[in-house]
């Protein structure tokens, strides 16, 4: 991918991506870097879409949400601020004092442990350097998505499996792919057991994780259980995998919810998929369970089970729908705006 447009305005689409062994706990929030090493699969169909235009010199940066009657609305306080700090970086990183329009929209649910901050920081990032009319290799477009905060988006910049290093230093703390999306056509079933957005942000739990008897424990095992991931994804052997992923998942929540204060992601529906899938095992189906922070829980397994896969989770009561959903490729530029 290069970001490379120009003429004043760009649009990127990016995809958010599913954490098989995760980010959980930060050591220098500023820089964003994480304490552990994280391993995702980049999706194809979660994904957030970003225009980005240069305003005169002297206006204020506008962040709107495209709404789904297709009009533009003013972003709220929140993510307008964030948005408008990774402006300002990413305009300081160019050596360049200029401010923007900019406008957003994700086509699945917003902050429900999707990971839709990833693909809508990944595909803000590309848009404004886009804009800008940057030419940045995936490397360094890793560095600058992750610096907006959403450590995660260091990942969603490459297609297909990424590993995210804890990142001895900042320019070290860039996504690496493991292996293209064609390498391994991979399946995540997401059952949506409430799609609103969660009360406790990641950032939250990144700093309390520590305060969890289990934080340490997680810590110790993590070394082992990346190699594993690594060694399967190489092998395609989702037996290998699926166990580790869902094992890693379980123990984050454990952790959240045994840091002090305690959070609780989970609902009951998330229990009742995890139990659908186990049932499903019991039947000779591949199917693992993940989790981000959120309770709605990803599904992975190969194309041939997604159908009875979906089946099965779209018939509980306590599932409000399900997405299909695959491994997929990096950002991409192109002319369809927002505005
Ligand atoms: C549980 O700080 O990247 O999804 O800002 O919400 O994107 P957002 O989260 P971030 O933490 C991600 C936490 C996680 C695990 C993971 O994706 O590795």
Known sequence: MKAKSGGGKASAVAAANIAFIKYWGIRDERLVLPVNPSISMTLRSCLSRCTAELLDDGAETQVFLRTESGELAPAPDGFANGVREQVERLCEWAGESRSMRIAAHNNFPTGAGLASSASGFTALTVAVLGALGREVDPTEMSVLARRSGSGSAARSVFGGYVEWPAGESEDAGHGVQLAPPEYWDLCNVVAIVDPRPKSVSSREGHRLAPSSPYY???????????????????ARDLELLGPVIEKDAVELHLVAMSSRRPIFYWQAGTLAVLEAARQLRSQGVQVYCTIDAGPNVHLICRPEDEEAVAETV?????VEFVIRDRVGGPPTLDDRHLF
């Open 216 to 234: 340490q424990r997680r810590q110790e095992e993590l070394p082992g259980r990346l190699e594993i991931v690594r060694r399967a994804i190489a």
């Open 314 to 318: 779209e018939r509980l009561a306590q």
